[in-house]
């Protein structure tokens, strides 16, 4: 059965700083891998989709690496703003299909 | 462009009551559709997918049943709540087995 975990739960930063956010899967067996931002009382927003054959995805201030074989992605923001204060949700795709969400990393960013 | 409409946005209901949450897409067509449920403490989870009309896969077995009378219509049901059924609710596509595009959601509290 297919576990996603995000590390840390929650992370409060100053506002500047670059910070990381991880993402851990059991079973290396994915079809993608799609991180997510939701904002309080709202739905989930895609911010970067990674194919299992890809390496990394950029798309403005976020970077996302995708280490298959190991189980793993990171999510990285550079010059972190209060406006980036989110949950941020890791999900891998089985089959193309079914998606299996971690629990969410919460992070604030401090002005 | 495509977007994905919810509604109602929040719902209160008592227990042993039906329920009606509805999806819709614009902008698509033969998207592969998605029910998700997020309940406070444990993360999101799939309820029902659905490659086409009338085509439904369930995940877990629940109080809950789903249908797909049109292509881009996508519909929760429940003929009795329980107060188990209270969570946000949320609805998504995706053109084959590619990103998936979320909904608004839907508040759902059973009393």
């Known amino acids: 059965k297919q576990e996603v975990t995000q590390i840390p739960a929650a992370l409060s930063v100053p506002e500047g700083e670059n910070l990381v956010l991880n993402c851990s899967f059991t079973?290396?067996?994915?079809?993608?891998l799609q991180w997510f931002r939701q904002d309080p009382g709202k739905g989930l927003t895609s911010l970067l989709l990674i194919q299992s054959s890809q390496r990394e995805q950029t798309s403005g201030r976020l970077n996302a690496s995708l280490d298959k074989s190991s189980g793993r992605s990171t999510l990285y923001i550079a010059a972190s703003q209060p406006g980036d204060s989110a949950t941020y949700l890791c999900?891998?795709?089985?089959?193309?299909?079914?998606?299996?969400f971690g629990a969410g990393t919460i992070l604030r960013v401090k002005s | 462009s495509q977007t994905i409409h919810q509604w109602p946005a929040t719902l209160v209901q008592p227990v042993g009551s039906p329920l009606s949450l509805e999806c819709t897409v614009e902008?698509?067509?033969?998207?592969?559709l998605y029910w998700y449920r997020q309940a406070a403490g444990r993360g999101l989870q799939l309820l029902f997918y659905s490659v086409g009309i009338g085509q439904i896969s369930s995940e877990v077995p629940q109080n809950l049943s789903a249908s797909r009378p049109q292509d881009r219509q996508f519909i929760l049901s429940s003929k009795k709540l329980l107060l188990s059924d209270s969570g946000f609710y949320l609805c998504?596509?995706?053109?084959?087995?590619?990103?998936?595009?979320f909904g608004p959601g839907t508040r759902l509290t059973v009393l």
């Open positions: 902008g698509t067509s033969n998207p592969n």
């Open positions: 998504a596509w995706s053109a084959g087995g590619h990103e998936q595009f």
């Open positions: 999900a891998v795709s089985l089959y193309g299909n079914k998606l299996v």
């Open positions: 079973d290396s067996a994915i079809y993608n």
